[in-house]
Nanobody, 125 residues
Framework: QVQLAESGGGLVQAGGSLKLSCATS????????VGWFRQAPGKEREFVAC?????????DHADSMKGRFAISRNNAMTTVYLQMNNLSPEDTAVYYC?????????????????WGQGTQVTVSS
């Protein structure tokens, strides 16, 4: 059974940084994509970034977050990270990681079949 567990959220001041982690387990297939999404209060969930496996080379980031956010993975391919820099109050949201089978990158949340519980990120001004 595929399981995703986010961690690393918290409270940070504007201009600060956070690194989120998404631990994956129960995977019995080789080709997949792990994505990060976020949902701010009163807003729809939006795409943040994604990374393809097994290579871990192909990535995609939402245009609005390029240069500030970066997705990566560990060598054991068990954890996906989201490094977030220069945070602003507008980045306050619950951040979710999600997984889809096959290695085709996607920003569409409806293409992801497995989701974590989310981790809260709050940026104070």
């Amino acid at each position: 059974q595929v399981q995703l567990a986010e961690s690393g959220g918290g409270l940070v001041q504007a201009g600060g940084s956070l690194k989120l982690s998404c631990a994956t387990s129960g995977l019995t297939f080789t080709y997949y994509v792990v994505g990060w999404f976020r949902q701010a209060p009163g807003k729809e969930r939006e795409f943040v970034a994604c990374i393809g496996f097994p290579g871990g080379v192909n990535t995609d980031h939402a245009d609005s977050m390029k240069g500030r956010f970066a997705i990566s993975r560990n060598n054991a391919m068990t954890t996906v990270y989201l490094q977030m820099n220069n945070l602003s109050p507008e980045d306050t949201a619950v951040y979710y990681c999600a997984l889809k089978r096959n290695s085709i990158l996607s920003s569409r949340e409806d293409s992801y079949g497995h989701w974590g519980q989310g981790t809260q990120v709050t940026v104070s001004s």
